[in-house]
């Protein structure tokens, strides 16, 4: 139905590729130089990450398909169950269009941080439907020493500290595969590159776990390109 719908009398499509948008954040990484490992990241109303690995250890191909070597993987990290919530997390959940699922996305992403503050201020005339947009300017706006500014600041900050956890860890699961000294974070999304600080809390926190844990000889950027998105589905078109 698609192809049919693209058709014209100007141009007949043959093929159509359909690419989630943190596997375009991916592809777009691999026009700059080339590193030990690549993530895509976005952060913004929604959040996700992806990588590459092993076909070997995706399950769900079936082996008719013999595929070798790395392919992209879409990791829905959104839906992780992390530990460590707190109870304004449970109430945003059970608000929520889907309870029990995409439980670290409810913590970190745009579209939640507005109702985690309404979940701490019930009687608060702030509107959650403002998102992290509306958090932010609570929590710099001129009052930024009350007690919800002070909030808001420690919901954006725990958010940047989760995603930089999870980064941590991913880091840590390809460092078992294979060789690692180099990696590139493709990272995409509002929150993340202007909410003011989060990219550097997310680069300082980052940076921090990893001295912790046992991968401290890896160096890693975080990157962003000018349509990202749009390169990376193009190179996903081309490599049809």
């Known amino acids: 139905m698609l192809l049919d719908h693209m058709k014209t009398d100007v141009i007949s499509c043959k093929h159509a590729v359909v690419i989630n948008d943190t596997i375009a954040s991916l592809f777009s990484g691999l026009t700059l130089n080339r590193v030990d490992a690549n993530i895509g990241l976005i952060v913004g109303t929604g959040t996700n990450m992806a990588m590459f690995i092993d076909s070997k250890r995706?399950?769900?191909?079936?082996?008719?398909?013999?595929?070798?070597?790395?392919?992209?993987?879409?990791?829905?990290?959104?839906?992780?169950?992390?530990?460590?919530?707190?109870?304004?997390?449970?109430?945003?959940?059970?608000?929520?269009?889907?309870?029990?699922s995409q439980i670290f996305e409810k913590a970190v992403s745009g579209a939640y941080l507005g109702r985690i503050l309404k979940a701490v201020f019930p009687k608060s005339a702030y509107d959650s439907d403002f998102g992290s947009r509306g958090v932010?300017?609570?929590a710099y706006n001129s009052d930024n020493s009350s007690i919800e500014a002070r909030v808001a600041r420690n919901i954006l900050s725990r958010?940047?500290?989760?995603?930089?956890?999870?980064?941590?860890?991913l880091l840590h699961l390809i460092a078992t595969t294979k060789s690692v000294e180099t990696a590139r974070i493709?990272?995409?999304?509002?929150?993340?590159?202007?909410?003011p600080g989060y990219s550097d809390?997310?680069?300082?926190?980052?940076?921090?776990?990893?001295?912790?844990?046992?991968?401290?000889?890896?160096?890693?950027?975080?990157?962003?390109?000018?349509?990202?998105?749009?390169?990376?589905?193009?190179?996903a078109a081309l490599v049809k």
Do not use: C
């Open 58 to 100: 995706a399950q769900k191909l079936s082996s008719d398909l013999n595929w070798s070597g790395e392919i992209p993987v879409n990791l829905e990290s959104g839906n992780f169950n992390p530990p460590h919530l707190n109870h304004y997390d449970e109430i945003v959940d059970a608000q929520s269009e889907n309870p029990g």
């Open 136 to 138: 932010v300017e609570i």
């Open 159 to 169: 958010s940047a500290q989760l995603v930089a956890a999870s980064l941590a860890g």
């Open 186 to 195: 493709m990272a995409e999304g509002s929150l993340f590159w202007k909410a």
């Open 201 to 235: 809390e997310v680069k300082k926190t980052l940076n921090s776990l990893i001295e912790k844990m046992d991968i401290p000889n890896i160096k890693v950027e975080i990157r962003s390109i000018e349509n990202a998105n749009l390169i990376g589905s193009a190179i």
